[in-house]
């Protein structure tokens, strides 16, 4: 299987939808629908349902399975679907099946959920995923800055579909010596903690970057992917310069708004309510201006 036009499909702005809630607190899909057609004309070829921007810890197995079906059918061969799986094995390799059958192209594995994780036991729960797809490109999602790069390496020996991965540990350096130790060229690296960190992540081996942000600005994500890949960081970090207090909103309290923030600037532009569900919560309403007038100073 040829997995260059996947690994060439990662390295780009990877962005992560949000999951519009109606004023029943159910999936509104129409409105979603009408959010990534919006994505899609803005420039967008790669989205992520149910990634974290989609509040996948929030959404039940129907409603996952929901999101990732209208995704690939809105989408329509216009960008490569990258589906969000998680929580315990079975239920993850049910939600890759299910991506593979209903025609998405990859899946991304939530890092695992548990107070207990050991590397051997890492690389057992994302082999059982990916010699379950064996159709399908599999990014781990890497948030475990005790995980050594040899181990990834470990296990792309084994499931050579691991192609990619989300490498989301705050720190740049130990991000370079770890894509280094895993096989700088083996995979497509992908600055999974957005915006603020896809400079630094890029000078240091990454060639593509998650976005929330996008979904209220494809432009402003494009324009510093556009920079990054010129390698023109001056003009990479006009674009920092621009976001980053919406980002800095989002990371505040250890990202308790990072969802809210995002759909405080949508609910802004008039396209979709502000609800998220709990754990996380709406914006108090002296911050809504705020977000207000940093998405207005976007030229969107």
């Given amino acids: 299987m040829d997995l260059s036009p996947l690994k060439a499909a990662l390295a780009d702005v990877v962005a992560i939808p949000v999951t519009p809630f109606a004023q029943d607190g159910s999936i509104d899909t129409a409105v979603h629908r009408t959010l990534l057609r919006r994505l899609l004309d803005g420039g967008v070829r790669i989205v992520t349902p149910n990634g974290n921007t989609g509040e996948f810890y929030a959404l039940d197995p129907d409603e996952r399975r929901t999101v990732t079906e ?3 059918e809105e989408v329509a061969g216009r960008a490569t679907v990258l589906v969000g799986v998680g929580h315990d094995v079975p239920t993850a390799v049910a939600a890759a099946e299910h991506a593979r059958d209903v025609g998405a192209e990859m899946v991304m594995v939530h890092q ?6 050991s590397q051997d036991g890492w690389i057992d729960y994302h ?4 010699e379950a797809v064996p159709e399908l490109g599999v990014v781990p999602y890497v948030r475990n800055p005790l995980l050594s790069g040899d ?13 990619g991965v989300k490498y989301s540990v705050p720190d740049a350096a130990r991000f370079g010596a770890f894509a280094r130790d895993a096989g700088l060229e083996r995979f497509v690296w992908v600055a999974g903690l957005a915006e603020l960190y896809a ?8 060639t593509g970057f998650t976005s929330g942000l996008v979904n209220v600005s494809p432009a402003v994500s494009l324009a510093m992917l ?6 023109d960081y001056p003009a990479a970090m006009k674009v920092w310069e621009r976001i980053r207090r919406f980002e800095e909103l989002r990371a505040d309290r250890q990202s308790a708004d990072n969802v809210t923030v995002v ?7 008039g396209l979709c309510r502000r609800d998220v569900r709990a754990p996380s919560r709406v914006l108090p309403e002296a911050k809504r201006a705020e977000v207000a007038e940093q998405v207005a100073g976007w030229s969107i």
């Avoid at 082999?127 to 990916?130: E, L």
């Avoid at 400079?199 to 990454?206: L, M, W």
């Avoid at 556009?226 to 390698?231: D, S, T």
């Avoid at 759909?263 to 532009?269: H, T």
Wanted: aromatic share 6%; with cysteine; net charge negative.
């Fill in 112 to 117: 695992p959920v548990h107070p207990y994780v």
């Fill in 199 to 206: 400079p630094s992540y890029f000078a240091t081996g990454a």
């Fill in 151 to 163: 181990r990834l390496a470990e296990l792309a020996d084994d499931c050579p579909n691991v192609i």
């Fill in 127 to 130: 082999r059982a995923i990916a």
């Fill in 70 to 72: 209208l995704t690939v």
């Fill in 263 to 269: 759909k405080e600037g949508l609910a802004s532009l």
């Fill in 226 to 231: 556009e920079a990054l890949r010129a390698g």
